[in-house]
């Protein structure tokens, strides 16, 4: 038997690993961010993905280093795992949403989001996050999609290796609309770098039902071996619309059983950036939908026989 065959025999034979599961403080910015962790810990959630912005561990305001530390303390009295995300809409620039990016044609402005990428390795590093999220921009009116896949492989080298130095992966996103948006798109980056350690993936579920050729469960499987962060959700075909479960097209106990089976031991982050008006209503009842689905996933799941989702 190959070696793919005892990887199959092994996940068929095996119970799959328990998931960890969290929230996005990006959709609970109306929130303190001691509220917000005190909030996700009471429902029972495993962990946090935490958006550096202003409301929430600014990565640009005075003494970084020590408002992480009083972070980190947080985390470790309320139980809660960590990863660090890079999506906050303006905290750069007040007047340009995710600017400026990687891709911008300003050496000087793509340098200012390679600054907040480091900062952010640190703050990802002090916290103990299992990894750290960004994703490529949009590629700027002007620029071809060669020289924008240059600029890219050249601002993520000085965060590799900060990420490398620090024992934190690089999680990057295919984000519909961005330069890096499947992942065939990931792959094209990751052979261009030479397949870095550091340089990991983060599969947004809502992503893979909107705009990849394969079902979400399959975009687990096919995604395993790079996986190190996950966002979940629920969307509809061809519509980026991050929705509330049960709102899209999502058959979310295949997905995760899919995860499950991989032995992904990072946390999956709901991720409702669009709902923070009503971020503790959701952030409630996210988690019951999540454990359900898994449960669900749990009974397709026979020892010894094929799992229901391949």
């Excluded at 996005?24 to 935490?50: C, E």
């Excluded at 005075?62 to 809409?89: F, I, M, Q, S, Y």
């Excluded at 103990?128 to 993520?156: M, N, Q, Y």
């Excluded at 899209?248 to 059983?257: A, Q, S």
Aim: charge should be negative; proline fraction near 9%.
């Amino acid at each position: 038997m190959g070696r793919g065959g005892r990887a199959d025999a092994a996940r068929d034979t095996n119970p799959p690993a328990p998931l960890r599961f969290g929230y996005g403080t990006n959709g609970l910015a109306d929130l303190r961010l001691d509220d917000a962790l005190a909030l996700l810990a009471d429902l029972g959630y495993d962990g946090v993905g935490l958006t550096l912005d202003h409301m929430h561990l600014d990565p640009l305001a005075p003494d970084l280093a020590a408002r992480t530390r009083t972070v980190a303390r947080r985390l470790d009295e309320l139980g809660l795992g960590v990863t660090v995300e890079t999506g906050a809409r303006y905290v750069l620039d007040p007047r340009r949403k995710h600017g400026p990016s990687l891709l911008d044609p300003d050496p000087d402005d793509r340098a200012r989001r390679v600054d907040l990428l480091l900062r952010a390795v640190r703050v990802a590093a002090d916290l103990g996050a299992h990894a750290l999220h960004c994703f490529s921009g949009i590629v700027p009116d002007g620029t071809d999609e060669d020289t924008a896949w240059k600029r890219l492989a050249e601002t993520l080298t000085p965060v590799l290796d900060a990420a490398a130095r620090a024992g934190v992966p690089l999680a990057v996103e295919p984000e519909p609309g961005h330069l890096l948006a499947t992942l065939a798109d990931f792959h094209h980056l990751r052979r261009t770098l030479g397949d870095p350690e550091p340089l990991g993936l983060t599969l947004d579920i809502g992503h893979c039902q909107c705009l990849e050729p394969l079902p979400p469960a399959d975009c687990v499987r096919e995604a395993a071996p790079w996986l190190r962060h996950v966002q979940i959700e629920d969307m509809r075909r061809g519509v980026h619309e991050h929705l509330p479960f049960g709102d899209g097209e999502i058959d979310f106990p295949p997905v995760l059983e899919a995860l499950a089976a991989t032995g992904y031991q990072g946390l999956t982050v709901v991720e409702l950036p669009r709902h923070s008006h009503a971020g503790p209503h959701f952030a409630a009842h996210s988690l019951p939908f999540l454990r359900g689905a898994a449960a669900a996933a749990l009974l397709t799941h026979r020892p010894g026989e094929p799992s229901a989702t391949r």
